[in-house]
């Protein structure tokens, strides 16, 4: 019953310095997503994959990259984090249909990020 | 894409019931509409899901009326327990299943 799993939950990192935030899912979607929550603020989609060996840019991708290790792995790397990235970062995965099949997002716990 | 408009706070008290309305008008023919509920530092779940009229599950109920240019998330007799953040998708089937949310609406319960 894992669901959506990130890796760390808390970083600190310093103005330069470069990670990989790390997701996985294990209910076989296809889809996956990684989003940015400022305080008080929606969730913005930074990147998203709709299938293994596919990425897309989302609404706010500059800074950031991201790679769909294969179905269940998608990660986010920031080269040289600055502090306006500082936020919670969620992965979520989707299976997406064309029909009446509900299509529902389940999300991970979230990253919190400070860079300073 | 598929663009939705809420309003960014609302206010209740324990036990009424309450109306949340989501203006999507350029909703495509395919569209289904979608709600979630996000409390403080957690990540968003899902809530309810439809298409056309009324559909109806343990936690909420969702209003869609004919032209589907709008759509109302109901929830019966709210507790403290409800206060939370509030959001709207539309269209991720013709956006190449890209889920966007918008601000989405605060909603906060009071004793």
């Known amino acids: 019953n894992a669901g959506v799993t990130q890796t760390p939950k808390f970083q600190v990192l310093k103005t330069g310095q470069s990670m990989t935030l790390q997701c996985a899912q294990d209910?076989?979607?296809?889809?996956m997503y990684w989003y940015r929550q400022d305080p008080g603020m929606g969730l913005r989609l930074i990147y998203y994959s709709a299938s293994e060996g596919t990425t897309d840019k989302g609404e706010v991708p500059n800074g950031y990259n991201v790679s769909r290790l294969n179905k269940r792995e998608f990660s986010l790397r920031l080269e040289s984090a600055a502090p306006s990235q500082t936020s919670v970062y969620f992965c979520?995965?989707?299976?997406?249909?064309?029909?009446?099949?509900?299509?529902?997002?389940?999300f991970g716990q979230g990253t919190r990020l400070t860079v300073v | 894409l598929a663009k939705t408009t809420q309003p960014i706070s609302m206010d209740s008290y324990e036990g009424q019931e309450v109306n949340i309305t989501c203006s999507h008008n350029?909703?495509?023919?395919?569209?289904?509409i979608t709600w979630y509920q996000q409390f403080p530092s957690q990540g968003p779940r899902f809530i309810i899901q439809?298409?056309?009229t009324k559909v109806t599950n343990e936690v909420a109920s969702l209003f869609i009326p004919a032209d589907r240019k709008s759509s109302t998330l109901s929830l019966p007799r709210v507790s403290l327990s409800d206060t939370a953040v509030y959001y709207c998708?539309?269209?991720?089937?013709?956006?190449?299943?890209?889920?966007?949310f918008g601000q989405g609406t605060e909603l906060s319960v009071k004793p």
């Open positions: 979520a995965s989707s299976e997406i249909y064309s029909g009446p099949q509900k299509t529902e997002a389940f």
């Open positions: 998708l539309v269209g991720e089937r013709n956006q190449g299943g890209k889920l966007i």
């Open positions: 439809g298409y056309k």
């Open positions: 209910m076989n979607h296809n889809s």
């Open positions: 350029n909703i495509a023919t395919n569209d289904y």
